[in-house]
């Protein structure tokens, strides 16, 4: 009797034990994730895309007031760089915030390696990039954006490259320098001119080229990543040349530049046009008038539309241009200053940031249809996991 009331204590607490236990946690994809920026708040909505809903919001990020993001190869971590040089590992799924480091004093934005194990921070203050192992976020290595003795440059336009390379421009040093990471200990780097003030920079969804724009003079310089012993060279030296240019308000974004049906979609420095360029020559085949200076130009996944968002005062405007006809096809008034444009993984939706609506507006990218609002305290950036798979973002 004694053994059988002992098994049955134990049976019944085991049962009390197992009543006891908190519900399980809420299964997610990471595929169908994604964050917004609240800028104003420093922190970031957690967000499912096809809800349309935030699920969580992560605080005390630090000043993101130039924010972006990067994801982990599994899409489960971002990486978040701030304005103050902090950077930040969110953990999407279970919600929360990893591990936050400041790693300069003054940055705006990153990038993660082809293979996923490094983590890199581009630098104004000090000029530069530094490698972060990016499961413990330990500094690995840094190269100081030295451009001649004693003066150091603000990196602009830092972009991931297969072979773990990393490409980027120089803004004061007028050059493009691209670092290999395969030994993230002691990276190798090669330095090319430039041309003056390069601003921004991408690589071509293929990986092969880097681009940066040029502020100091009519023009963007070319590097071929597979041969980079040619050196970089000058396109499209001659746009503007001989015009009055704009007064130019916000710089145009090259991380948003689209590559579609065979073409590159640029936005122009001070013109209300958006640059059509034929990337197996390099040479302007068009351009295309929209309603203001355009800041980012971006592509829908399958490439039929190309949305363009303006610098102020259009900054309320969008224009979706029809890549089929060249032409704009579509104009909207989303909100008031509308700063970033994400599209869903296929496209079917377009995520626009209202800033100053406290708000992201979500519209059917086929009917241009508004589907939904999520309030948010001054967004800027929108990052989706889809990021996770592509060359450059």
């Not at 059509?276 to 929209?290: F, H, L, N, S, Y």
Request: aromatic share 10%; with cysteine; charged share 20%.
């Amino acid at each position: 009797m004694r053994v059988l009331r002992l098994l049955l204590s134990c049976v019944v607490a085991a049962w009390l034990v197992g009543c006891a236990t908190t519900a399980p946690p809420v299964l997610r994809g990471t595929g169908d994730l994604g964050l917004i920026i609240e800028r104003a708040s420093g922190r970031v909505a957690l967000v499912n895309t096809t809800t349309r809903q935030p699920y969580a919001r992560i605080d005390g990020l630090g000043d993101l007031s130039h924010a972006s993001a990067v994801y982990s190869r599994d899409g489960r971590y971002a990486y978040i760089f701030g304005r103050d040089g902090g950077l930040s590992k969110i953990d999407l799924l279970e919600a929360k915030l990893v591990k936050r480091i400041v790693q300069s004093g003054n940055a705006i934005g990153g990038s993660i390696s082809q293979d996923g194990r490094i983590v890199v921070a581009q630098n104004y203050t000090p000029g530069g990039i530094k490698a972060f192992d990016a499961e413990t976020l330990e500094l690995l290595s840094e190269v100081p954006a030295e451009y001649a003795p004693g003066k150091f440059s603000k990196v602009v336009g830092l972009a991931d490259s297969p072979g773990n390379k990393f490409a980027y421009a120089l803004f004061e040093g007028g050059e493009i320098w691209v670092s290999d990471f395969s030994n993230p200990r002691q990276p190798k780097t090669q330095r090319f001119p430039a041309g003056s003030q390069p601003y921004d920079g991408l690589v071509t969804p293929d990986g092969r080229h880097f681009l940066a724009g040029l502020f100091g003079e009519d023009g963007v310089a070319l590097l071929d990543l597979w041969q980079p012993e040619k050196g970089a060279r000058k396109i499209l030296e001659n746009y503007g040349r001989g015009q009055e240019k704009l007064p130019v308000f916000k710089m145009p974004h090259l991380r948003g530049w689209s590559v579609a049906q065979g073409k590159a979609y640029l936005p122009a420095i001070g013109r209300h046009e958006v640059l059509v360029v034929d990337v197996a020559t390099w040479k302007e085949v068009g351009r295309i008038p929209v309603r203001g200076q355009p800041v980012f130009v971006m592509a829908r996944p399958d490439g039929r539309q190309v949305w363009v968002n303006f610098s102020f005062p259009d900054y309320g405007k969008v224009d979706v241009i029809d890549t089929l006809s060249g032409k704009v096809a579509q104009q909207l008034e989303p909100g008031k200053g509308i700063l970033h444009m994400e599209f869903t993984p296929r496209g079917e939706q377009v995520w626009l940031s209202a800033r100053d609506d406290n708000k992201v507006v979500i519209y059917d990218t086929a009917s241009f249809t508004k589907l939904s609002e999520i309030p948010a305290e001054n967004p800027s950036g929108i990052f989706f996991t889809s990021r996770a798979a592509r060359i450059g973002f």
